[in-house]
């Protein structure tokens, strides 16, 4: 076929358009957030820029030196702080862009819902929120699959539908942490086929091995979570100072400042993208990021005074022969997978062998089992 000029100028347009089509389209990245953890002015001052775009404050309200452009995201935390929500609520002139429902109602130490009386309050407190234009989460469950069925099969039945899915995860920071991790997140999309947001992730105290272990975990993961399209937003529990955790579950060396406030490793690549450097990623060993901050004079020795302080009180630590503090190897441990773990891992075992129950009519579904309802945070 001959093909003139013309005739392949005005075909033009359509290839351009064909090929375009039939590019690969870059994934659009989740959202960096914070769950604040410390002293509000002080996260807001040091971690409000770069790639955090958003935050939460569980059951407490707005950071108010927190820039205008880093969204508020409330959370109805659960029936023990109702009266913190309503006094929020109070307050606002229109619907919440989004908001988070209850916090971890699958553990005992935390919202600890009935699913079927969760299902009756969402409805009471954030549907109507959602009839207003706000964006609601299903409850933040951090292992409990079962507790999440029970929990959309009663809101279905009472005519309610969540906007997106909010989940957490800790674990071990090796690649085993890093398979259960992605699994994880893959397979609640699988079973749920909402959008996700990821509201909470870290390591815990007892899988904690070497601060070069969360170092890599945190950036892998969050590399991986960037690739996902489905995942829109994400939070690193680490939104406070190391000597200075809010409990004992999460490990201090996800923490993203150190004592002073200053920015670890960890939070510059959080926050900037800033790739973390090959000792940060083996020993732990910052690359004397005590000294990277600060200018000169009194002020800069009066700051690495206070570092130098906090590590030496640090008992998993000591110094190298050349001043700078690494992991004591004797800390390290086999892969350790706690209570929060193990109930995770049953709890998908469980679903899928329901699952498969389903398909086989002589097998009958056993009644609700609490028996992972102990020990778990």
Known sequence: MRFTLAALGALLPLLVVLFASSAVQPVEAASFGLA?????????????????????????????????????????????????????????????????????????????????????????????????????????????????????????????????LAIHWYGTPNNAGYGRFTSWVTRCRKRYGMKIWVTEWGVTSKGTTSQGQVNSFMQRTTDWLQSKDYVKRIVWFGCFTINNPPDAFASRRNALFNADFSLRSIARFYTTGQRMGRRDLISGSPSLEHRAVISAGAKRHSNLAVRLAARDADEESFVDVDGDFVDNPEDDVEDDCDAICLARERSLAAADAAADALEDPDVVLESDDDSDSEELR
Not at 64 to 73: F, K, L, N
Not at 129 to 148: E, L
């Open 36 to 164: 604040v953890a410390t002293d509000g002015s002080k996260a807001a001052k040091h971690l409000a820029k770069g790639r955090v775009k958003w935050y939460w404050h569980w059951q407490d309200p707005a950071v108010p030196q927190m820039p205008s452009h880093i969204e508020y995201v409330p959370c109805f935390w659960g029936p023990r702080y109702a009266s913190k929500w309503h006094a929020q609520e109070r307050k606002w002139k229109r619907a919440p862009s989004r908001i988070l429902a209850f916090n971890e109602p699958d553990v005992p130490s935390q919202s600890n819902m009935n699913p079927y009386y969760a299902a009756e309050l969402w409805m009471q407190e954030l549907r109507p929120w959602q009839k207003r234009g706000a964006k609601v989460s299903t409850p933040q469950i951090v292992f409990d699959v079962d507790w999440m069925d029970k929990f959309l099969k009663k809101l279905k039945q009472l005519g309610g539908k969540p906007d997106f």
